[in-house]
């Protein structure tokens, strides 16, 4: 877990007096904390409250209203799979199985070791390759449930 | 293209060819004309979208639009030698010959897109040799604020987003609005799966979108603009950003545009995920920081909405049409499409359909149009079955809609929706009923939880067809599935809501016989739903090798060596692990 050292306290303080310590602008303020520390864990959502003048609760139902914010650090190479109409027709949904089935996760978890995690989006955009899968920013089209494992295969080293 | 140059190269840059390609092909080409010193006479643009999704990366080559289709590195040196050098076609990379004049392009009609893939984005002198800027120039010096509305309402657009509400009256309402500030917000949180026409005009041509939110502010009042985007569409927001910087440096965005009183500025806030925030008053509050739960209209965003000033929302789309109308006249935009809807639509074929990508046809193109001649017909010849327009709010379309004409208006008779273009080619593989149970899922993760209809009633829709994909429905489920949809449309707080159940209503009446298959005959027609599938052993083929029963994950296969071996229905779990160990075709599904 993610212990709030002093220097990364003013690393959120910085980012916040970037937005004027806005509440309005938090959306915005989250957005950087989130790539600044990967993920959004309550300690870093306290010190933004108090920053921005407002509440935890606010901050919180905003973190867990959207799904691009996550409280859960995600794994050294995070595996998403577009669930978008395109590629639900053309099969993502027993590519997701075949990922679920060889990491022994669920959506939204990460494995043992830290190394996948596991999440679903909605369109990337890529429907001409579809089903798409990808891992961190590297686009995969066209996967096949063999192609799975290759997938992954490509990271285990 | 620039007179300087004698040809122009442009390559899809578009995220699916982009993704397809292993490298930076601009950068490559660019590298390689140095290298034969053309560099000064051949550019090198970057382009969205040509249809072809999924042959990409593509590649045009203007004036004489040859275009090319998986291109790769290593075919750069022959289109230079063969092509630009030689004037020869390359035969085996080439997709159609002459682009222009296939049944693709003849049917297509480009005013939101005009601009897409025929300039580079990156460069503002591009965009101002298009007549860029001139449509706000014109309503800065030549007309008063009310003229150019007048303007907007008599050319006929409306609302690209989904909505379909007449642009200008909008126009029109809040600039009664009497406040010390309003605002103009762009809606690029493009949310629908399977769209992505909005990120293509800011990928493609983010200059009109400037352009038509000044014209905008001038009409209704607002000297703030602001473009809602989603986190998830990096490249449009960098190219977003580069378009508004260079607008400053021009002096198109700032104050005393155009030697006149008028100013406008304009910020752009992120989205983070969050399909409910399409809906105006839910975009509204995640730009001021909030959930972004929509609220009950009245009062509309007109007359209070960002800060709670008067704020005009319109879509990306709708904006790419604007400087179009004033340039070239609202008559002559109402002169194109049907009574009720004009001008042009963007859709986004996708699906089991041979053309995926991006197409800009004439409200009134018939959707066999559509299907066949633009997008080449149903993959892999199987039969068409239906066509979801409008997203997981629209709803199934089949073949006896194929010669709609599509607008607005019809769209909505037929049971489906306009919605923001999304259009997903299903064929005859696919289930209905579990469509719509997919539909549902988006639904119910995307409601916002406020109403109670949406939030519990669609996740009792959802169980209901899930039940039903599962073998365990009844007729009465059928009944009570109606029942329910019928509620939530009429109940729910906002268009999310309302539109939900769309999915299942639109697929009930067009393919209730799958329904009834289900729940009746105990069998899933297209064969999709796992739960009804059966795997037998046939007595001809299986020799006893035990492989299958050795394989078996939960020992539901019995039989001696040598013997036939049976599979125990009730522990079979429908894996397909025998099927696929089988040397011998012995195991069948039924």
Same mark, same amino acid.
């Given at each position: 877990?993610?212990?709030?050292?002093?220097?990364?306290?003013?690393?959120?303080?910085?980012?916040?007096?970037? /937005?004027?310590?806005?509440?309005?602008?938090?959306?915005?303020?989250?957005?950087?904390?989130?790539?600044?520390?990967?993920?959004?864990?309550?300690?870093?959502?306290?010190?933004?409250?108090?920053?921005?003048?407002?509440?935890? +609760?606010?901050?919180?139902?905003?973190?867990?209203?959207?799904?691009?914010?996550?409280?859960?650090?995600?794994?050294?190479?995070?595996?998403?799979?577009?669930?978008?109409?395109?590629?639900?027709?053309?099969? +993502?949904?027993?590519?997701?199985?075949? /990922?679920?089935?060889?990491?022994?996760?669920?959506?939204?978890?990460?494995?043992?070791?830290?190394?996948?995690?596991?999440?679903?989006?909605?369109?990337?955009?890529?429907?001409?390759?579809?089903?798409?899968?990808?891992?961190?920013?590297?686009?995969?089209?066209?996967?096949?449930?063999?192609?799975?494992?290759?997938?992954?295969?490509?990271?285990?080293? | 293209?620039?007179?300087?140059?004698?040809?122009?190269?442009?390559?899809?840059?578009?995220?699916? @060819?982009?993704?397809?390609?292993?490298?930076?092909?601009?950068?490559?080409?660019?590298?390689? !004309?140095?290298?034969?010193?053309?560099?000064?006479?051949?550019?090198?643009?970057?382009?969205?979208?040509?249809?072809?999704?999924?042959?990409?990366?593509?590649?045009?080559?203007?004036?004489?639009?040859?275009?090319?289709?998986?291109?790769?590195?290593?075919?750069?040196?022959?289109?230079?030698?063969?092509?630009?050098?030689?004037?020869?076609? =390359?035969?085996?990379?080439?997709?159609?010959?002459?682009?222009?004049?296939?049944?693709?392009?003849?049917?297509?009609?480009?005013?939101? !897109?005009?601009?897409?893939?025929?300039?580079?984005?990156?460069?503002?002198? *591009?965009?101002?040799?298009?007549?860029?800027?001139?449509?706000?120039?014109?309503?800065?010096?030549?007309?008063?604020?009310?003229?150019?509305?007048?303007?907007?309402?008599?050319?006929?657009?409306?609302?690209?987003?989904?909505?379909?509400?007449?642009?200008?009256?909008?126009?029109?309402?809040?600039?009664?609005?009497?406040?010390?500030?309003?605002?103009?917000?762009?809606?690029? *949180?493009?949310?629908?799966?399977?769209?992505?026409?909005?990120?293509?005009?800011?990928?493609?041509?983010?200059?009109?979108?400037?352009?038509?939110?000044?014209?905008?502010?001038?009409?209704?009042?607002?000297?703030?603009?602001?473009?809602?985007?989603?986190?998830?569409?990096?490249?449009?927001?960098?190219?977003?950003?580069?378009? !508004?910087?260079?607008?400053? $440096?021009?002096?198109?965005?700032? $104050?005393?545009?155009?030697?006149?009183?008028?100013?406008?500025?304009?910020?752009?806030?992120?989205?983070?995920?969050?399909?409910?925030?399409?809906?105006?008053?839910?975009?509204?509050?995640?730009?001021?920081?909030?959930?972004?739960?929509?609220?009950?209209?009245?009062?509309?965003?007109?007359?209070?909405?960002?800060? $709670?000033?008067?704020?005009?929302?319109?879509?990306?789309?709708?904006?790419?049409?604007?400087?179009?109308?004033?340039?070239?006249?609202?008559?002559?935009?109402?002169?194109?499409?049907?009574?009720?809807?004009?001008?042009?639509?963007?859709?986004?074929?996708?699906?089991?359909?041979?053309?995926?990508?991006?197409?800009?046809?004439?409200?009134?193109?018939?959707?066999?149009? =559509?299907?066949?001649?633009?997008?080449?017909?149903?993959?892999?010849?199987?039969?068409?079955?239906?066509?979801?327009?409008?997203?997981?709010?629209?709803?199934?379309?089949?073949?006896?809609?194929?010669?709609?004409?599509?607008?607005? *208006?019809?769209?909505?008779?037929?049971?489906?929706?306009?919605?923001?273009?999304?259009?997903?080619?299903?064929?005859?593989?696919?289930?209905?009923?579990?469509?719509?149970?997919?539909?549902?899922?988006?639904?119910? $993760?995307?409601?916002?939880?406020?109403?109670?209809?949406?939030?519990?009633?669609?996740?009792?829709?959802?169980?209901?067809?899930?039940?039903? @994909?599962?073998?365990?429905?009844?007729?009465?489920? !059928?009944?009570?599935?109606?029942?329910?949809?019928?509620?939530?449309?009429?109940?729910?707080?906002?268009?999310?809501?309302?539109?939900?159940?769309?999915?299942?209503?639109?697929?009930?009446?067009?393919?209730?016989?799958?329904?009834?298959?289900?729940?009746?005959?105990?069998?899933?027609?297209?064969?999709?739903?796992?739960?009804?599938?059966?795997?037998?052993?046939?007595?001809?083929?299986?020799?006893? @090798?035990?492989?299958?029963?050795?394989?078996?994950?939960?020992?539901?296969?019995?039989?001696?060596?040598?013997?036939?071996?049976?599979?125990?229905?009730?522990?079979?779990?429908?894996?397909?692990?025998?099927? *696929?160990?089988?040397?011998?075709?012995?195991?069948?599904?039924?």
């Amino acid at each position: 877990m993610l212990t709030i050292c002093e220097n990364n306290v003013a690393k959120i303080e910085a980012i916040c007096r970037e /937005f004027n310590n806005d509440k309005g602008e938090l959306i915005n303020v989250l957005h950087q904390a989130q790539h600044t520390f990967g993920y959004l864990p309550e300690e870093v959502q306290e010190i933004i409250a108090l920053n921005l003048n407002t509440s935890l +609760a606010h901050v919180y139902g905003v973190v867990s209203f959207y799904s691009f914010f996550t409280m859960i650090p995600k794994g050294d190479h995070p595996i998403n799979i577009c669930m978008g109409t395109a590629c639900y027709v053309r099969g +993502a949904e027993k590519v997701l199985d075949e /990922f679920k089935k060889l990491l022994n996760i669920q959506v939204g978890q990460t494995t043992a070791d830290e190394k996948f995690s596991l999440s679903s989006l909605r369109c990337v955009g890529a429907c001409g390759l579809a089903p798409v899968v990808l891992v961190g920013d590297k686009v995969y089209g066209r996967v096949t449930l063999d192609g799975v494992q290759e997938i992954l295969d490509e990271y285990k080293s | 293209m620039s007179p300087k140059f004698k040809k122009s190269i442009l390559v899809c840059n578009g995220s699916s @060819c982009l993704q397809a390609s292993k490298v930076n092909l601009i950068a490559e080409f660019q590298a390689k !004309l140095k290298e034969y010193n053309l560099d000064n006479e051949i550019q090198v643009v970057q382009s969205v979208c040509f249809n072809k999704c999924t042959l990409g990366p593509n590649i045009i080559i203007q004036p004489e639009n040859v275009e090319y289709s998986t291109v790769t590195k290593e075919d750069i040196d022959d289109i230079i030698i063969i092509h630009l050098l030689n004037n020869k076609i =390359v035969e085996r990379l080439v997709y159609n010959q002459v682009y222009e004049n296939s049944g693709s392009t003849k049917k297509q009609y480009r005013i939101a !897109l005009r601009n897409c893939g025929f300039i580079n984005p990156e460069v503002i002198d *591009d965009y101002i040799e298009k007549d860029g800027y001139a449509a706000l120039a014109k309503c800065l010096t030549e007309f008063t604020p009310q003229e150019v509305t007048q303007q907007i309402i008599k050319s006929g657009l409306r609302g690209r987003g989904g909505g379909g509400f007449p642009t200008g009256v909008k126009w029109d309402i809040t600039s009664k609005s009497v406040a010390d500030q309003k605002y103009v917000v762009c809606n690029a *949180d493009e949310g629908d799966p399977g769209a992505f026409m909005d990120r293509s005009v800011l990928e493609g041509d983010p200059h009109s979108i400037i352009e038509a939110m000044a014209i905008c502010g001038y009409c209704i009042g607002a000297d703030k603009g602001i473009v809602y985007i989603r986190a998830e569409y990096p490249l449009a927001i960098k190219r977003l950003k580069i378009a !508004l910087d260079q607008a400053k $440096e021009y002096g198109l965005l700032g $104050e005393k545009l155009f030697g006149t009183n008028f100013n406008f500025e304009i910020d752009i806030k992120y989205g983070a995920g969050a399909f409910v925030c399409g809906e105006e008053t839910a975009l509204i509050h995640s730009m001021e920081g909030l959930r972004g739960e929509p609220t009950l209209k009245p009062p509309f965003p007109s007359v209070s909405g960002y800060l $709670e000033k008067p704020t005009n929302v319109n879509n990306v789309e709708t904006f790419a049409n604007i400087p179009a109308i004033i340039n070239k006249g609202a008559d002559w935009f109402a002169s194109i499409g049907t009574e009720k809807s004009k001008g042009t639509k963007v859709f986004a074929l996708a699906g089991k359909i041979n053309n995926v990508g991006l197409i800009e046809v004439p409200m009134g193109t018939t959707l066999r149009e =559509v299907i066949y001649d633009i997008g080449g017909g149903i993959r892999d010849g199987k039969k068409f079955k239906a066509v979801q327009t409008g997203g997981p709010s629209g709803g199934c379309l089949t073949e006896k809609h194929l010669d709609l004409p599509i607008d607005f *208006d019809s769209l909505s008779a037929a049971g489906s929706m306009m919605g923001s273009g999304g259009m997903i080619v299903m064929d005859e593989d696919d289930c209905m009923v579990s469509m719509a149970r997919f539909y549902l899922e988006f639904t119910v $993760e995307e409601s916002c939880g406020k109403c109670a209809p949406c939030r519990i009633g669609n996740k009792r829709l959802h169980e209901m067809l899930t039940k039903l @994909c599962d073998d365990k429905g009844t007729l009465e489920d !059928l009944d009570l599935l109606r029942n329910l949809s019928n509620v939530v449309k009429d109940t729910s707080l906002c268009g999310l809501g309302q539109t939900s159940p769309n999915p299942i209503l639109s697929t009930m009446q067009n393919f209730y016989d799958e329904y009834h298959a289900h729940v009746v005959d105990h069998k899933c027609p297209s064969g999709q739903c796992k739960s009804f599938m059966r795997y037998y052993i046939s007595e001809q083929n299986c020799i006893g @090798c035990v492989v299958c029963a050795r394989n078996c994950p939960v020992n539901a296969i019995s039989g001696e060596k040598k013997q036939l071996h049976v599979i125990d229905q009730e522990i079979c779990i429908k894996c397909g692990i025998c099927m *696929d160990k089988c040397k011998f075709d012995a195991i069948t599904l039924n």
